[in-house]
Protein backbone atom coordinates (compact mmCIF):
# COMPACT_ATOMS: atom_id res chain seq x y z
CA UNK A 1 0.00 0.00 0.00
CA UNK A 2 2.86 2.12 0.52
CA UNK A 3 5.23 1.36 -2.31
CA UNK A 4 1.69 1.80 -4.80
CA UNK A 5 1.15 5.48 -2.51
CA UNK A 6 5.09 6.29 -3.29
CA UNK A 7 4.90 5.30 -6.72
CA UNK A 8 1.99 7.36 -7.36
CA UNK A 9 4.00 10.42 -5.69
CA UNK A 10 6.77 9.55 -7.48
CA UNK A 11 5.31 9.52 -10.69
CA UNK A 12 3.00 12.56 -10.30
CA UNK A 13 6.27 14.40 -9.06
CA UNK A 14 8.53 13.70 -12.17
CA UNK A 15 4.94 14.15 -14.34
CA UNK A 16 5.01 17.96 -12.67
CA UNK A 17 8.68 18.65 -12.91
CA UNK A 18 8.61 17.67 -16.75
CA UNK A 19 5.85 19.53 -17.23
CA UNK A 20 7.59 22.55 -15.52
CA UNK A 21 10.37 21.67 -17.32
CA UNK A 22 8.74 21.50 -20.71
CA UNK A 23 6.98 24.95 -19.99
CA UNK A 24 10.20 26.48 -18.90
CA UNK A 25 11.23 25.53 -22.16
CA UNK A 26 8.95 26.42 -23.67
CA UNK A 27 8.67 29.76 -22.17
CA UNK A 28 12.45 30.60 -22.67
CA UNK A 29 11.44 29.62 -26.76
CA UNK A 30 9.52 31.99 -26.57
CA UNK A 31 11.83 34.46 -25.39
CA UNK A 32 13.91 33.84 -27.75
CA UNK A 33 11.55 34.17 -30.48
CA UNK A 34 10.62 37.61 -29.39
CA UNK A 35 14.01 38.64 -28.73
CA UNK A 36 15.10 37.65 -32.12
CA UNK A 37 12.02 39.86 -33.33
CA UNK A 38 12.67 42.99 -31.09
CA UNK A 39 16.28 42.63 -32.85
CA UNK A 40 14.70 42.00 -36.59
CA UNK A 41 12.34 44.85 -35.62
CA UNK A 42 15.67 47.26 -34.47
CA UNK A 43 17.20 46.41 -37.29
CA UNK A 44 14.74 47.07 -39.80
CA UNK A 45 14.07 50.62 -37.76
CA UNK A 46 18.09 51.44 -37.97
CA UNK A 47 17.89 50.14 -42.06
CA UNK A 48 14.59 52.47 -42.40
CA UNK A 49 16.31 55.61 -40.38
CA UNK A 50 19.66 54.81 -42.70
CA UNK A 51 18.24 54.87 -45.61
CA UNK A 52 15.91 57.98 -44.93
CA UNK A 53 19.13 59.79 -43.89
CA UNK A 54 20.42 58.45 -46.80
CA UNK A 55 17.61 60.10 -48.93
CA UNK A 56 17.93 63.59 -47.04
CA UNK A 57 21.92 63.24 -47.91
CA UNK A 58 21.30 62.89 -51.55
CA UNK A 59 18.33 65.01 -51.78
CA UNK A 60 20.90 68.19 -49.91
CA UNK A 61 23.28 67.49 -52.12
CA UNK A 62 21.12 67.39 -55.39
CA UNK A 63 19.78 70.62 -54.28
CA UNK A 64 22.90 72.00 -53.21
CA UNK A 65 24.45 70.92 -56.76
CA UNK A 66 21.37 72.98 -58.46
CA UNK A 67 22.33 76.09 -56.19
CA UNK A 68 25.75 75.85 -57.57
CA UNK A 69 24.65 75.69 -60.95
CA UNK A 70 22.12 78.08 -60.92
CA UNK A 71 25.14 80.10 -60.05
CA UNK A 72 27.49 79.15 -62.48
CA UNK A 73 24.37 80.40 -64.67
CA UNK A 74 24.59 83.47 -63.35
CA UNK A 75 28.05 84.50 -62.83
CA UNK A 76 28.44 83.22 -66.72
CA UNK A 77 25.54 85.57 -67.48
CA UNK A 78 26.74 88.69 -65.62
CA UNK A 79 29.88 88.02 -67.46
CA UNK A 80 28.52 87.92 -70.59
CA UNK A 81 26.70 91.68 -69.98
CA UNK A 82 29.90 92.85 -68.52
CA UNK A 83 31.70 92.18 -71.21
CA UNK A 84 28.88 93.19 -73.91
CA UNK A 85 28.95 96.79 -72.24
CA UNK A 86 33.03 96.96 -71.82
CA UNK A 87 32.95 96.03 -75.71
CA UNK A 88 30.51 98.42 -76.79
CA UNK A 89 32.07 101.09 -74.63
CA UNK A 90 35.51 100.51 -75.86
CA UNK A 91 34.28 100.50 -79.18
CA UNK A 92 32.11 104.24 -78.54
CA UNK A 93 35.57 105.29 -77.25
CA UNK A 94 37.41 104.18 -80.29
CA UNK A 95 34.94 105.92 -82.51
CA UNK A 96 35.11 109.48 -80.79
CA UNK A 97 39.22 109.12 -80.64
CA UNK A 98 39.23 108.26 -84.64
CA UNK A 99 37.28 110.85 -85.03
CA UNK A 100 39.31 113.59 -83.20
CA UNK A 101 41.81 112.57 -85.30
CA UNK A 102 40.75 112.58 -88.25
CA UNK A 103 39.52 115.89 -87.20
CA UNK A 104 42.90 117.08 -86.60
Known sequence: MFYNWYSTYNNNNNNNNNNNNNNNNNNNNNNNNNNN???????????????????????????????????NNNNNNNKHEIDFIMNFMLKIFFIKFNKRINEK
Do not use: D, E, M, P
Open 37 to 71: NNNNNNNNNNNNNNNNNNNNNNNNNNNNNNNNNNN
